[in-house]
């Protein structure tokens, strides 16, 4: 689907009325692998959209290079797979793919070898819920209802809400839930210059509150939280799978930016850039915030024009506190290095 600039280009200016649709088709199957890079998201304009627009964000800085492996729900751990794979008894969390995870480890609950499971169909795309080893015991989580991310067929001006929810019990520790309602708008189209590809888009505007609901069973009491408002803006590219762009902001304050950068031309040296960073929390963060450390080597965090505003040795096993009083609102890269390898996060400074 990707096209020469000069085409594209003479072609939206012959025909300023086309748009594309996006469907089932569009999404990711099995075994595909769906590379991006990030950067910071800061200073990227997400508020200019309509019909018939022209973005520009060829000067987007190429950062960390990853890439998300998508697997047949076969593939993934067995017991993962009730729900998942079993479309007579759950047909709405029957799943086409899973995607690898982040790990999760705070206080009493640890959450690792994660699994997000996805399906596409001609109602729209679905994030039907997750497996994962829950302090070590192999769970799997369906979303009732499921999230649908994207509703099909796609077209501009469509707008749609949905709700969608999980829950998770630990015996004899607590009860964690989450509700979600997410509200989408397909709020432009025309084309996308990126640094190295040029492409027809859809974007779509995700505006997605979340509450988390917690019950502690030791302590007999439980309580309600709401999240951040999170919005999610994407470019969406027939073919392409992943959204060849997008920006997701958290409480108003943009985060990261991932975007499609010529898979074949992406190289590495000889450091190895890990595409999951340190799992950072709490995240956004106000005074302070804490990185898990699983080697000795170096943290150094950067601001959002790249310069050093911190850095120190770490050892491994640490919990390392990061106090944040003197730093500004804003989005900040965190990164730990032990010689050959490095990993990045991002954290959000709101006050």
Do not use: C
Request: hydrophobic share 40%.
């Amino acid at each position: 689907m990707r096209r020469p600039l000069l085409a594209l280009s003479i072609a939206f200016a012959a025909n300023v009325s086309a748009q594309i649709t996006i469907g089932e088709d569009d999404m990711p199957n099995a075994n595909d692998t769906l590379r991006y890079r990030t950067t910071i998201a800061t200073g990227v304009d997400v508020g200019t959209t309509g019909a018939g627009i022209i973005w520009d964000f060829g000067q987007l800085n190429p950062l960390l290079e990853a890439a998300d492996t998508t697997v047949s729900v076969s593939a993934t751990p067995f017991l993962y797979q009730l729900f998942f794979n079993n479309p007579i008894l759950y047909p709405q969390n029957r799943a086409d793919y899973g995607v690898k995870g982040t790990d999760f480890d705070f206080q009493a609950i640890a959450l690792t070898d994660v699994y997000d499971y996805f399906r596409a169909d001609a109602n729209g795309f679905f994030n039907v819920g997750f497996g994962a080893n829950v302090n070590g015991l192999p769970t799997s989580v369906r979303r009732q209802p499921t999230d649908r991310v994207h509703q099909f067929p796609m077209n501009y001006g469509n707008e749609e809400i949905s709700a969608s929810a999980f829950n998770l019990t630990i015996p004899g520790l607590f009860y964690f839930g989450q509700d979600q309602v997410r509200s989408n708008e397909v709020d432009g189209w025309g084309i996308l210059y990126l640094p190295a590809d040029t492409f027809e888009v859809l974007r779509v505007k995700s505006t997605i509150q979340r509450s988390d609901t917690i019950y502690i069973q030791q302590l007999d009491t439980g309580f309600r939280l709401p999240e951040p408002e999170t919005i999610e803006y994407k470019w969406i590219a027939a073919g392409m799978g992943k959204p060849v762009l997008e920006v997701v902001t958290i409480g108003g304050v943009a985060t990261t930016a991932e975007f499609f950068y010529e898979a074949d031309d992406i190289t590495t040296g000889v450091a190895t850039v890990r595409a999951e960073g340190p799992q950072v929390y709490p995240n956004p963060a106000r005074n302070e915030v804490f990185v898990p450390v699983v080697a000795d080597g170096r943290l150094i965090m950067r601001d959002a024009l790249g310069r050093v505003v911190l850095q120190r040795n770490v050892r491994s096993g640490s919990l390392e506190r990061v106090e944040l009083a003197s730093f500004a609102n804003g989005t900040y890269v965190l990164e730990l290095s032990d010689g050959g390898t490095s990993s990045r996060s991002t954290v959000v400074v709101q006050r």
